[in-house]
C-alpha cells in the first residue's frame, strides 16, 4: 500500500473505535508430544519442516533421500501454542474475533483450554468469536494438528466406497488419499514433487476486537457499458454478530477522484452484504488494464468505509483494480457444426494468443515463498514475453503477493480451483466444506486485474472419460459425483459470485461442448473444441508433424534436468550420475531417466566424457537442449496455426501455454526454471518463441516454410480528417481465422496493414562462418501469423553447392541479426550433421554497466557453434540470451545479476561452452 493511500484508508478511522488488529504470528511453541517428545519453538506461518529444520533436529528436508526418511514427521500430531495479551481496550470491545486465514488443515483450536473450532479445509478462511473466552491480561491459544496423512486414511476408509486414485504410483514416493482432504493436493507427492504433508498455520492468524461491525470482505467487478463507459459493481460483506442488528453506512470511493456512492442500512447477520454500483464520470478517462505486450498495467485503488451512524468511520479496506473485460469466444468456426468451435479471449475487446505457462507450488514449505522469490519468477515470465500463466489445479489457491504482481506485470491467471487428477468425493460434509471453500476464494481473488478465467479442476473429466483410475468399473456412480461437485456445487457458486470470468468445468474440456454432452465429453482432449493437454515423450520432438492442431494448448511439456549447481545443493558427489541411486530416486516420472537418455539420442549423439562428472554435467546440457528445442517446435507450431483452419476444421489455435514454469524442489521435471530461480536453457528459449515478432521455420514436404507471428495487427482507418476512430471487431471476410485488431468503421479506408519488410535466408556449411548463399523474401503482414516463404530444400541445397543436408543450415532474420530476430533451421538431426567442428569460445570483454549489477559482456567464437550456453556458477542471475547458435564471430551480451556482484567476481564464475564440447 502506497504511503498515500495508507493515510487515504486510515485518516477515515475514528481511532479508539475502529477495529483493532492484534497479529500472533510470530514465535509459537510446537511440540509433539505422542512419539518424539519434540518441544521446540516454530514461526508462524510456517511449518513444523521448517521449524525443525531451524532447530537443526533434522537436516535440510530436500537433501537427498531425506524426503523418505523423514515421513514419520507427516505422520504424527503437532500442535502450536502460545500466549498472547489481551488489553484492557480489546476487552472493552463488543466482539473479539480470532482469523485464522489458512489452517493446513486438521486443527483443533482451543482458547484457554476451551474448543472454539475444529477444521478441515486448508482453502478456508476460519473465523471464531473467542469473546467468550478470553480474559484481561495473558492467555493462551493451541492449534493441534492431526496428520493429514492419517486423516487421510481414515476418511477413506470410512468412505462407503473407494474415491481413486487410493495412492500415487511408486515412483512419487508419495502418502496415500489425498483427493480425500482439502490440502494442497501435491503436498503428499507429484510426479515432479516430494511429500512433504505439512502441518502449520500457513497464513496469518490475528485477532480483530471491534464495537459495532468489521469489513469481512470487499470486492469489486468492473464492466463496461455499451456506450463504453464503466461501471465498478462492488459488494461489501460485513461482520455481523449474531441476533444484533447494526445502524450505518457504506461507502465507497474511487482512487483519488472523489468519485463514490454511499447507502445507509441496518444490518443483521443475515442483511450483510451491501451491494453498490459505481458510475464513472464520463469525463473520467478510464485507462484500461492489458496483458503483457499489449499495453500498460494500469492500476487504480478503491476503498470501502463502513460508518456508523453517529458518523465515525469504524472500518475500513482497500482494493487495487483495474480495468478489462474478458470474454471466452465460443462460436462454430465454420458453417459445419461438426468441424467445431473457436476457443479464445478477447481482453477489451482484443483477441489475445494466450504466450504463457503453467505454475506449481513455488516450494513444499510455502513459508519460504518470499514476494521477491514470486517476483524473480513471474518477472521471468514477463522477460520472456509471457501474458498468461495458469495456476495449476494440484497446488494452492496463491498469494496475495503472487496476484498482485500478476496484476503489476501484466500476467492473466487461468485460475484453477484445487482439484486435480483424481476423483472426488460429493458426500454432503465434503460439499459443504468445498462451498466455503469456493465462495470464499472467489470473493478473494476476483477483483485482481490479471485474472482470466476459473477453471474447475486439473484433469478429472479426462480421467474419468479415459478411466484413468479403473473408474469405468462404475462409471456411473463417479459420473454421478463429477456432477454433483463440478456442476451442481462449484459452479452455481463461482457464477453467482463472480460475473465477469468465464468459467469453465475442466482443463482440459472442450468447453461449451463438454456441458453439452452431459459434462463429460465423448472425447475431451479433441481438437475442435477447447483447450488440450498433450504430451509426446517418444515421438521426435523436433518434428512439428507429431504435433496436434488444438483451439488451445494449455498444458504440453517435456523434462529436463536442472543444472549441476542447483544438484549440488541436495546431491552427494557420488549421486552425480543419471544412473545413480539418487537420480532415480528425484525422478519422480514412471521411467522417466530413461526417456530422457532415448529423447537424446533420437536427435544428438550422447556425451562421451571420460570423466563421470564431465559427463553428467554434459548430460545435463543435452536434455536441456531437448526440452528447449521440444518447446520451440510445439510452442511456434501452435502460433503458426492461429489464423488457418485445415479441411476438417483444425486451427486457429490461440493459447500454447507449455507446462510447467517453475519448480517445487530439485529434480529432474519439466520446469524451465530451476529451484532457486536459475533458468534452463527452455527460459531462454521461451523468450524467442514467445517473441512479439517472431521467424518460424519449419519443414514440411521437403519444403522449407517460414511464418512470420506478431501479437496484434493494427489496421489504422480514419474516420473523420480530424479525429481516429479505432474500433475493434471480429472480421467478417476471415471466417476461418482472425485479423486481430481489424479494426472498422462506416467507411473503412485502411490505409496501412501490418509489418512489411524483408526476411534474409541464407544457408550456411556447419564447417564455415561465410555463408554458401543468401536469399532474401519481401513480406507484408495482413494476419498476425503468416506464411512468408516457401522453398523446395533441395532446390535450396543445389543453389547453394551444399553437397547434402547433413552439411548445412538456414539461418534467418530481418535486417539485423545483432538486435532484431533471427531463426535457424538444422536440416538434419544433429547426431547425423557432418562438419561440426569444436568452436574455441572466448570471453573478450566484460563491461559494468550498473555497478554489481549489469554486465556487458563481449563473446568471440572460432567457429559455427550451436546451443552455446554460458553459465555463473555460484552468482545469481541471467543473461540477455543463452543456448544460441552462434554464426557470427562476436556476440554482445548481457548479464543481470540478482545479487551483488563485481565484475572480477562474475568473469571468474563465467563458463561457456558449446555442443562439440561435450565429444571427446
Ligand atoms: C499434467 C499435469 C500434472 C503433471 C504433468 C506432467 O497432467 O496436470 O499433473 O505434473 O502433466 O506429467
Not at 147 to 171: F, G, R
Not at 432 to 450: F, G, M, N, W, Y
Not at 768 to 794: C, D, G, K, R
Not at 899 to 913: A, F, H, M, P, Y
Amino acid at each position: 500500500m502506497s504511503v498515500y493511500s495508507a493515510v487515504l484508508l486510515f485518516s477515515f478511522i475514528s481511532t479508539g473505535a475502529a477495529v483493532l488488529t492484534t497479529s500472533l504470528n510470530g514465535v509459537w511453541t510446537l511440540t509433539e508430544k505422542e512419539e518424539h517428545n519434540i518441544s521446540i519453538t516454530g514461526q508462524v506461518p510456517g511449518s513444523m519442516y521448517t521449524a525443525l529444520m531451524d532447530h537443526k533436529i533434522i537436516q535440510d528436508p530436500y537433501y537427498r533421500n531425506n524426503d523418505i526418511r523423514y515421513r514419520w514427521i507427516g505422520q504424527a500430531d503437532w500442535t502450536y501454542s502460545r500466549v498472547f495479551n489481551v488489553s484492557s481496550q480489546m476487552m472493552s470491545m463488543a466482539n473479539i474475533k480470532l482469523v485464522c486465514e489458512g489452517l493446513d488443515t486438521f486443527a483443533t483450536v482451543t482458547i484457554n483450554g476451551h474448543l472454539v473450532a475444529e477444521t478441515n479445509n486448508m482453502f478456508v478462511k476460519y473465523v471464531m468469536d473467542i469473546k467468550p473466552y478470553v480474559k484481561l491480561g495473558e492467555n493462551s491459544i493451541s492449534v493441534s494438528f492431526k496428520s493429514a496423512v492419517k486423516q487421510a486414511a481414515i476418511l477413506a476408509s470410512n468412505h462407503s466406497y473407494l474415491i481413486p486414485p487410493a495412492c500415487p504410483v511408486p515412483q512419487y514416493k508419495g502418502e496415500c488419499h489425498v483427493n480425500m482432504v482439502r490440502k494442497e493436493q501435491c503436498s503428499f507427492s507429484w510426479d515432479w514433487g516430494p511429500s512433504f504433508p505439512t502441518q502449520g498455520m500457513w497464513r496469518d492468524i490475528y485477532i480483530e476486537s471491534f464495537n459495532t461491525t468489521a469489513i469481512r470482505s470487499f470486492t469489486a467487478e468492473t464492466l463496461k457499458d455499451t456506450d463504453g463507459s464503466w461501471v465498478i459493481d462492488t459488494e461489501v460483506l460485513l461482520d455481523v454478530p449474531e441476533g444484533e442488528t447494526v445502524e450505518g453506512s457504506v461507502k465507497i470511493r474511487f482512487d483519488v477522484t472523489g468519485m463514490g456512492s454511499k447507502q445507509v442500512h441496518t444490518l443483521t447477520s443475515n442483511n450483510n452484504k451491501i451491494k453498490q454500483r459505481l458510475q464513472l464520470d464520463r469525463d473520467f478517462v478510464v485507462q484500461e488494464w492489458w496483458p503483457n505486450g499489449y499495453g500498460a498495467q494500469h492500476l487504480y485503488q478503491l476503498y470501502a468505509f463502513f460508518t456508523s451512524s453517529d458518523g465515525r468511520t469504524l472500518s475500513a479496506k482497500k482494493l487495487t483494480i483495474g480495468f478489462k473485460t474478458v470474454e471466452l469466444m465460443q462460436d462454430f468456426v465454420s458453417g459445419d457444426p461438426k468441424q467445431g468451435r473457436s476457443f479464445f479471449f478477447k481482453i477489451n475487446g482484443v483477441p489475445i494468443f494466450l504466450k504463457g505457462s503453467n505454475w506449481i507450488p513455488a516450494d513444499s514449505f510455502l513459508e519460504r515463498v518470499t514476494k521477491e522469490r514470486l517476483r524473480n519468477l513471474l518477472q521471468s515470465a514477463r522477460d520472456v514475453h509471457m501474458n498468461s500463466m495458469r495456476v495449476w489445479g494440484g497446488g494452492v489457491y496463491e498469494s496475495e503477493d503472487f496476484y498482485e504482481l500478476a496484476d503489476e506485470l501484466g500476467i492473466l491467471i487461468w485460475q484453477d480451483l484445487m482439484f486435480g487428477c483424481a476423483m472426488y468425493p460429493s458426500d454432503p460434509q465434503f460439499l459443504s466444506t468445498v462451498s466455503d471453500e469456493i465462495s470464499q476464494q472467489v470473493k478473494r481473488l476476483k477483483s485482481h486485474a490479471s485474472l482470466l478465467l476459473w477453471s474447475g479442476n486439473n484433469e478429472n473429466e479426462k480421467a474419468l472419460r479415459q478411466s484413468w483410475y479403473n473408474t469405468d468399473v462404475n462409471f456411473t456412480l463417479y459420473y454421478k459425483d463429477y456432477v454433483t461437485l463440478y456442476h451442481d456445487t462449484i459452479q452455481p457458486i463461482v457464477q453467482s459470485e463472480d460475473l465477469t470470468h468465464p468459467f469453465i468445468m475442466s482443463s482440459p474440456s472442450n468447453g461449451i461442448e463438454s456441458l453439452q454432452e452431459g459434462f463429460v465429453a465423448k472425447e475431451p482432449w479433441s481438437e475442435l473444441y477447447g483447450d488440450i493437454h498433450d504430451y509426446r515423450y517418444m515421438d521426435p520432438f523436433f518434428d512439428q508433424s507429431v504435433y496436434r492442431v488444438p483451439r488451445m494448448a494449455s498444458e504440453y511439456g517435456l523434462q529436463s534436468l536442472p543444472s549441476y549447481e542447483t544438484l549440488a545443493d541436495v546431491y552427494a558427489e557420488e549421486d552425480m550420475d543419471l544412473c545413480s541411486d539418487m537420480s532415480e530416486h528425484r525422478q519422480h516420472h514412471p521411467l522417466g531417466n530413461v526417456q530422457l537418455m532415448a529423447e537424446v539420442i533420437l536427435y544428438l549423439n550422447l556425451p562421451n566424457s571420460p570423466d563421470r562428472k564431465q559427463k553428467f554435467k554434459d548430460t545435463i546440457y543435452v536434455t536441456q537442449i531437448d526440452q528447449a528445442i521440444a518447446m520451440k517446435t510445439e510452442t511456434e507450431h501452435y502460433r503458426r496455426w492461429q489464423n488457418r483452419l485445415d479441411e476438417s476444421g483444425r486451427g486457429n489455435t490461440m493459447g500454447a501455454m507449455y507446462w510447467q514454469l517453475n519448480d517445487i524442489w530439485q529434480a529432474p521435471t519439466w520446469s524451465s526454471i530451476e529451484y532457486g530461480g536459475k533458468w534452463k536453457m527452455l527460459q531462454y528459449f521461451a523468450q524467442h518463441f514467445f517473441s512479439p515478432l517472431l521467424i518460424s521455420p519449419y519443414e514440411e514436404s521437403g519444403m522449407a516454410k517460414v511464418y512470420i507471428c506478431v501479437d496484434e495487427i493494427k489496421l489504422h482507418v480514419t474516420r473523420h480528417p480530424h479525429t481516429h476512430h479505432l474500433q475493434f471487431v471480429p472480421n467478417p471476410q476471415h471466417k476461418a481465422g482472425f485479423l486481430f485488431g481489424d479494426m472498422v468503421d462506416s467507411n473503412p479506408q485502411p490505409h496501412s496493414v501490418g509489418p512489411k519488410g524483408t526476411l534474409y535466408i541464407s544457408m550456411y556449411s556447419w564447417a564455415s562462418m561465410e555463408p554458401l548463399y543468401n536469399w532474401t523474401q519481401e513480406y507484408q503482414m495482413n494476419v498476425t501469423s503468416q506464411l512468408v516463404f516457401s522453398a523446395n530444400i533441395n532446390n535450396m541445397l543445389h543453389q547453394a553447392d551444399c553437397i547434402r543436408r547433413q552439411n548445412c543450415f538456414l539461418f534467418y532474420h530481418l535486417g539485423n541479426p545483432q538486435n532484431g530476430p533471427t531463426a535457424w533451421q538444422a536440416l538434419s538431426t544433429f547426431s547425423a550433421v557432418i562438419g561440426l567442428k569444436k568452436a574455441k569460445i572466448q570471453v573478450t570483454n566484460i563491461i559494468t554497466v550498473k555497478k554489481d549489477q549489469v554486465f556487458n559482456i563481449t563473446i568471440s567464437t572460432s567457429a559455427i557453434a550451436p546451443f552455446v550456453w554460458l553459465d555463473t556458477p555460484g552468482v545469481q542471475g541471467r543473461f540477455s540470451d543463452n543456448g544460441f547458435l552462434m554464426v557470427q564471430r562476436v556476440k554482445q551480451l548481457q548479464y543481470f545479476a540478482w545479487e551483488s556482484v563485481d565484475q572480477n567476481r562474475l568473469g571468474s564464475s563465467l563458463t561457456i561452452k558449446s555442443l562439440m564440447d561435450i565429444y571427446y
